[in-house]
């Protein structure tokens, strides 16, 4: 017995080893397998997920270019702020949450539910923005609070600064941010949800030179999401730096001369139509809106009986009035329609179908040439010739200074007033022309309407000998770096096809109207600049008398006034287009506004030609009263 389990011991011993050695051996084989899985199968999927488990992805926006005066002036630039992202993936209590944003940042529930709605398909703890530019005291508020707000983020962002606010908002625009409509058309550009991009002026028309290239950081946050440091950074690109043709010390004055007005002022270059000062008024704070409004102060905005958001330069369409009586006589003195001495009697009404037009001086003109008529702004002069010369051959020659088309100015909802003929009316009313309104038209009223930038192109090509040229807004773009990526020069879109000595005819009438007793803006030869120009006063509401101070109309019945002119008369540099809506009369409340600009650009003074000083007063959409003047020019 005791030799059969001595025996046997060890057998059983030995197989209880080996099938111990081969369980162990199968463990190690498997666990070998697993890591083998782990660390070289799957080994990039499971250090992207740990990687996002401590890494969150934030994108830097690129500063946007620099916008500068024709002189190197900043006019638009860049400051640092405080923007608030949300990584939903970190949020352990969305009631919470919620409820800490309301109170450290005015961000409601529905608020944040649109913010991560629009964010859909992101990739995995990626940011969503949910507010830009908070204030010093929300900034302080959330940093205070980040130990109870898993998931919120806090980063410096470049953020639009526009130096002179109101006075050049209609032309430098303001951001807004990217909606659904233009998310999905410009997605591909890199553009997310939360991003800004130019929605007015320039920089909507030029965002693709304005934007730059977008970078990203790297967070390395602990595990309540809160942001320990930044791992890695792919920093962005600014964008493309842009310098106007704008002059500042012209265009703030400008401002300066509109604040308490409705309208608008365009000054351009004579020779080369660049664009010197452009202000629409009353304007908006691009600072404010760019840093995002209120629904209520939008609303406000928008519906705004004055018309904030439109830029009255490009988009106001006006009846020129008297300042259309130049382009008539072009038309008349080419077509022979009357000879440059032909004397006519203007009296104070012209009887036509049984009907008396009046003019807008109460006792009549007496017998003048055409020279005079100008000058003098004889209406019952134009009613007659204008019978003679014909609606359609007034507007041949009126979309020869550019008239019914867009000059083609580089932003964007430029309106091209209105040419009327009589196959215009017929197929816009079914009704054949009556000459009743020629009438009208010929003296810048009824159907015809212009823009102020119209005109002031129109303007310079007499006062340049008749050369019509494209306005431009910006002198050239270039690369943080200095390289000039797009240079823009003068671009001549027509000529007149006018004989000189027409145009020199009305030249000299032009001149005439400032330098003579009896024109309509003499008073504007005080100031020795040798302006050339034309007032208008362009009707709103048909009135029973006429009217002598027009502080006893009502403002929404008054009249339009108008200036347009250039200076100095022998050498034309600068031409100008002044319209205060509602103003009155163009001697009284538009010509003073021009002899401003003319000054700002024209005259030299002790400290150079360095911008004048941006009044800081709070701004007034519109002065109810208007001064009135002498002359009641219509």
């Keep these: 017995m005791k030799g059969y389990f001595k025996d046997k011991e060890p057998k059983e011993f030995k197989t209880r080893v080996f099938f111990s050695t081969v369980l162990v051996a199968v463990v190690f084989f498997l666990l070998a397998v697993r890591f083998w899985q782990l660390q070289v199968l799957d080994g990039s999927y499971y250090k992207d997920l740990s990687e996002n488990n401590r890494i969150r992805s934030v994108k830097s926006p690129a500063p946007r270019g620099i916008i500068y005066d024709r002189s190197g002036i900043k006019i638009a630039e860049n400051r640092p702020g405080f923007d608030l992202y949300l990584v939903p993936e970190d949020v352990t209590d969305w009631v919470k949450t919620k409820g800490m944003l309301k109170d450290l940042v005015d ?80 997605g591909e550009r890199g553009y997310d949800p939360g991003d800004l ?22 967070l390395e946050v602990d595990a309540l999401g809160r942001k320990i440091k930044v791992v890695e950074f792919s920093p962005p690109f600014p964008g493309n730096d842009v310098t106007l043709t704008i002059d500042l010390r012209t265009q703030i004055t400008a401002w300066n001369a509109m604040r308490e007005k409705v309208g608008a002022v365009v000054a351009i270059e004579v020779d080369t139509g660049r664009v010197l000062a452009m202000v629409s008024a009353p304007a908006f704070d691009p600072n404010k809106l760019s840093s995002g409004v ?34 008539h006589a072009v038309a008349a003195l080419e077509e022979k329609a009357i000879s440059p001495h032909a004397m006519v009697f203007s009296g104070p009404a012209f009887r036509f179908a049984g009907r008396d037009y009046r003019d807008w001086k109460e006792k009549g003109h007496g017998n003048i040439n055409i020279h005079r008529a100008i000058i003098e702004s004889s209406d019952t002069f134009f009613y007659q ?36 003929t009589s196959e215009w009316k017929k197929r816009a009313y079914g009704e054949r022309w009556y000459e009743g309104e020629t009438i009208s038209v010929a003296v810048g009223q009824g159907f015809m309407l212009t823009t102020p930038l119209q005109l002031a192109a129109a303007y310079a090509a007499i006062a340049n000998g008749g050369t019509l040229y494209r306005p431009t807004i ?78 006893t109309v009502a403002y929404m019945r008054r009249d339009h006034a108008w200036f347009v002119g250039y200076a100095p008369f022998e ?39 360095g911008p004048v000083e941006l009044e800081r007063t709070a701004p007034v959409a519109v002065k109810a009263g208007f001064t009135q003047g002498a002359l009641d020019d219509r």
Excluded at 199 to 216: A, N, Q, V
Excluded at 477 to 497: A, N, Q
Excluded at 504 to 522: E, I, S, W, Y
């Design 107 to 186: 961000i409601d529930s529905a608020a944040v539910d649109e913010k991560l709605e629009k964010s859909k398909g992101r990739p995995p703890f990626r940011a969503v923005k949910l507010k830009e530019d908070l204030t010093w005291e929300e900034t302080v508020k959330v940093e205070s609070f980040k130990f109870e707000t898993p998931g919120i983020i806090l980063d410096v962002t470049p953020k639009r600064h526009y130096l002179y606010g109101e006075a050049a908002a209609h032309l430098i625009g303001y951001l807004g941010e990217i909606n659904e409509g233009e998310l999905q058309r410009l």
């Design 197 to 218: 991009l130019g929605k007015y002026g320039l920089e909507r028309f030029f965002e693709g030179h304005i934007k730059g290239i977008d970078g990203t950081k790297e």
């Design 294 to 327: 209120s629904a209520e102060e939008w609303e406000r905005i928008i519906k705004d009986p004055y018309h904030i958001l439109t830029n009255k330069v490009i988009q106001g369409q006006y009846p020129p009035a008297s300042t259309f009586k130049p382009i």
């Design 385 to 420: 010739l204008g019978l003679k010369v014909g609606v359609d051959t007034l507007a041949r020659y009126s979309r020869k200074f550019g008239f019914g088309e867009p000059t083609g100015v580089s932003l964007a909802g430029e309106k091209s007033g209105l040419v009327p």
């Design 474 to 551: 910006v002198e050239e773009i270039r690369t943080p770096m200095g390289g000039v990526v797009k240079k823009f020069v003068p671009e001549k879109t027509s000529t007149l096809d006018v004989s000189p000595e027409t145009i020199d005819r009305v030249q000299k009438a032009l001149r005439g109207v400032v330098m003579d007793n009896g024109g309509t803006a003499h008073f504007l030869e005080r100031s020795g600049l040798r302006i050339a120009g034309k007032t208008g006063t362009a009707q709103v509401a048909k009135l029973t008398k006429r009217v002598k101070d027009v502080r």
């Design 571 to 609: 050498d034309p540099r600068i031409a100008v287009a002044v319209l205060v809506e509602h103003g009155g009369f163009g001697s009284s409340a538009a010509a003073p506004v021009a002899l401003e600009v003319f000054k700002a650009y024209l005259a030299e003074d002790e400290s150079g030609k």
